[in-house]
């Protein structure tokens, strides 16, 4: 019995090695989070690009709308900047209503972008089927989770 559960126990875990492996196989290569900064500063659409899979048809209909997109996230994203700037200007001096009208501003700004990206995600489904809108709004998170990320760690915490 010990023997028949020991065999079991090891095409088990030999046939989810091998449904993992093949899955990882078909699936694109996820870079780092220092190369993908690297790539959004360079070629924002050209990464999105990379994980969007479009056929030429879809394509036509996306990348227009994804011109809009980006138009329109850039008010949002850089008043966020702006306020971030004008903290990290003010130093040590930042005043106790200087840092709440700051964070009040930014975050205005993540509702509004947190508005836009569900307008854009109900245009994208006209467009594209629901998996492939779904993959842009991924696609769109991870990259302003690197760029997130990489403000928060530059910018010092208020003292």
């Not at 930014?106 to 508005?115: D, G, S, V």
Request: hydrophobic content about 50%; charged content about 25%.
């Amino acid at each position: 019995m010990k023997a028949l559960l020991r065999n079991f126990g090891c095409a088990l875990a030999l046939a989810v090695f091998t449904v993992t492996a093949a899955a990882q196989e078909k699936a694109p290569a996820q870079p780092t989070s220092a190369e993908l900064l690297a790539k959004i500063q360079t070629d924002k659409r050209g990464l999105v690009a990379r994980f969007m899979d479009l056929t030429p048809e879809e394509a036509k209909k996306f990348w227009p709308l994804y011109e809009a997109f980006e138009r329109e996230l850039a008010v949002p994203r850089n008043a966020a900047t702006r306020a971030m700037l004008d903290y990290v200007g003010a130093g040590h001096a930042v005043t106790d209503a200087n840092a709440r009208r700051l964070a009040e501003q930014l975050l205005a700004a993540t509702r509004e972008e947190a508005r836009l990206q569900e307008k854009h995600f109900r245009q994208a489904l006209k467009v594209l089927p629901g998996r492939k809108a779904a993959r842009y709004m991924q696609v769109e998170r991870k990259i302003q989770s690197v760029l997130a990320y990489e403000a928060a760690r530059a910018i010092p915490l208020v003292e």
